[in-house]
């Protein structure tokens, strides 16, 4: 495939999701299903935004709360509160989001570069800013934002669980 024609495709295509009135968007490959708000099991001195750990058919996933992670306020969860169930580096996990929109496919025309803010604030996990007609999307990559510490507290909590 040549340079220029790659360059016009688009990137991927993405799970558009609201947290609060912000809108995000994750890769769709890390994307295993959409799930209605379950209970979860709570681990004593977890991190705020760890919710507890679930059963899905047989298998125990942890889940957290992106509202909570990413500081966007934390809503009512109702049985209608959805849940991503996704695959970061090989291990599933939940995270609960305010609702799930559409799934989208952004050409590169329409991704901007991440804006440039105060560096002591962490968002390296927002690698594009996606414009689709009045709105913005941030684009987050899972991998940066649930970092290492993150995958070895879940992976724990499952283990100490199941």
Request: some cysteine; hydrophobic content about 40%.
């Amino acid at each position: 495939m040549n340079e220029e024609r790659k360059s016009q495709e688009s990137p991927g295509r993405f799970l558009c999701f609201s947290l609060g009135k912000e809108k995000f968007a994750m890769p769709l490959l890390q994307v295993k299903e959409v799930i209605a708000n379950t209970e979860t099991t709570s681990i004593p001195q977890a991190a705020p935004y760890f919710k507890g750990i679930m059963n899905l058919r047989g298998q125990v996933i942890s889940v957290i709360d992106l509202r909570i992670k990413l500081k966007v306020g934390k809503a009512e969860a109702t049985p209608e509160t959805p849940i991503v169930i996704l695959d970061v580096n090989g291990l599933s996990l939940g995270v609960v989001v305010d609702s799930v929109n559409s799934v989208t496919g952004f050409e590169n025309s329409m991704i901007s570069e991440p804006p440039v803010h105060d560096s002591s604030t962490k968002t390296d996990y927002i690698f594009g800013v996606a414009r689709h007609e009045k709105d913005l999307t941030l684009l987050i990559d899972l991998k940066k934002l649930l970092n290492t510490d993150d995958v070895k507290t879940m992976k724990s909590q499952s283990m100490k669980a199941a």
